[in-house]
């Protein structure tokens, strides 16, 4: 071959290379200003609509990603992060991307151990672009308020009874002896602590009954768990006094909730009061909060704890009843109407959370409240000014 052909050939084998070097490189250029061009998977106002549905509800991509879901959604289980929390609606929503059909599906789901089942009616209906929209109605409201009502009517009944005749018998008493001064004192006073009595007995009917027929996540907000135990502290501080019982607080803060502030306030309050209450002058309580991860949930426990009297094993197992007294004399005179604790697992119950008690004898007990964690929160805490309400933050002496 000449010397020619060989510079000719050259020339051409360098060519066609440096064409299809040119090429490849022209179609990635194309490749990515398309991706950079392919709409997302969903619309921007999509996130606004999600947000201002009263159900839970979320987006999810093409690939079984959470793309968004509402406050309601992460607080009962439904969305996880960017994952989808509950393997049935995980299934469906596959289901309904395959076909490109809608479907209604019941989904019953537990998020925790000994707590309430919850009554989901699942909705999905497929998007464009792959995603898929998933919207539940929750039921578990209207169920245990229908269980509960049938309960209560029995109850109520039977606990007004003891008030009203102890009133009746007072009255009695007073116009008989109404030429003894003193004795019309006496039993007077003992009248108007019944009527206190059977004042507060009514009151925690009605909120129990409130409680039962209300969805706390059907307006739920993010509630700072700082600002629940403030408030309760302070609402519970004269009583620590008055029973010279030292309160303090430890734990972790910056943590969040989502639920109605209000009914998460109450629910600690009572468990506080139930441990001043039962515990002896020169007694210990103590509130303290932690951030729990389990399987990929995340948790925030709420823990009161007294060194005071304990609850019998076998009491344990029914404290949570409505009306139940573990000790009834003590109870009457502590004013105590049985219906606390039962309020409180109503409200944790329904903002998707549980309540256990662990007790000893002589020992002591602690009552755990266990929320679904606000999973948006932050890290940073958010510590108050415990000087106010006259507790003790163990959690900024550790700092």
């Known amino acids: 071959m000449s010397l020619l052909a060989s510079v000719l050939l050259s020339f051409g084998l360098g060519a066609v290379v440096g064409g299809s070097i040119a090429g490849v490189i022209a179609w990635g250029r ?36 959470v793309l ?26 596959r289901s309904v991307r395959r076909e490109q059909r809608p479907t209604i599906r019941e989904v019953q789901v537990r998020s925790a151990e000994g707590s309430p089942a919850r009554q989901l009616l699942v909705r999905v209906r497929p998007l464009e672009r792959g995603a898929v929209l998933v919207v539940s109605e929750d039921h578990s409201a209207v169920v245990r308020a229908d269980e509960s009502k049938r309960d209560l009517v029995a109850n109520v009944s039977h606990e007004l009874k003891t008030p009203v005749g102890a009133l009746q ?40 009954s409130r ?18 135990v403030s408030e309760a502290a302070s609402r519970t501080r004269d009583a620590a ?24 306030t109450n629910a600690l309050t009572n468990l506080i009061q139930n441990a001043v209450a039962y515990s002896d002058p020169g007694a210990r ?26 609850i019998r094993p076998e009491d344990q197992e029914r404290i949570f009843e409505r009306f139940y007294r573990v000790d009834y004399a003590r109870s009457r005179e502590n004013g105590g109407t049985g219906l606390g604790l039962s309020i409180v697992k109503h409200i944790v119950a329904g903002h998707g959370g549980t309540i256990s008690v662990w007790s000893r004898l002589g020992r002591g007990s ?18 108050w000014d415990v ?6 933050d163990e959690r900024s002496q550790a700092k």
């Open 241 to 264: 006094r008055s029973h010279q019982v030292e309160f303090g607080v430890a734990g972790q803060t910056g943590l969040q909730v989502v639920g109605d502030e209000g009914q998460l």
């Open 285 to 310: 309580v103590s509130v303290t909060t932690s951030r729990v991860a389990e399987s990929d949930d995340h948790w925030v426990e709420i823990a009161v704890t007294d060194n005071g009297i304990g």
């Open 211 to 228: 409680l039962q027929s209300d969805d706390p996540l059907l307006e739920a907000e993010v509630v700072e768990v700082d600002d629940i």
């Open 30 to 65: 194309f490749a990515r200003l398309r991706m950079a061009q392919e709409p997302p998977a969903v619309d921007p106002e999509v996130p606004t609509v999600i947000d201002s549905l009263r159900q839970p509800a979320m987006v999810v991509g093409p690939h079984d990603e």
């Open 387 to 392: 000087e106010s309400i006259g507790i003790v």
């Open 366 to 383: 602690t009552f755990t409240i266990r929320l679904p964690e606000n999973i948006d929160a932050d890290e940073t805490g958010l510590p």
């Open 169 to 208: 018998v007072l009255a009695e008493t007073v116009q008989e002896a109404a030429d003894d001064p003193e004795a019309v004192r006496r039993f007077a006073a003992r009248m108007a602590i019944e009527s206190q009595r059977l004042g507060e007995l009514v009151r925690q009917i009605i909120e129990l």
């Open 68 to 93: 968004h879901s509402s406050i309601q959604a992460r607080t009962i289980g439904l969305a996880r992060g960017t994952r989808i929390g509950m393997g049935e609606v995980l299934d469906e929503v």
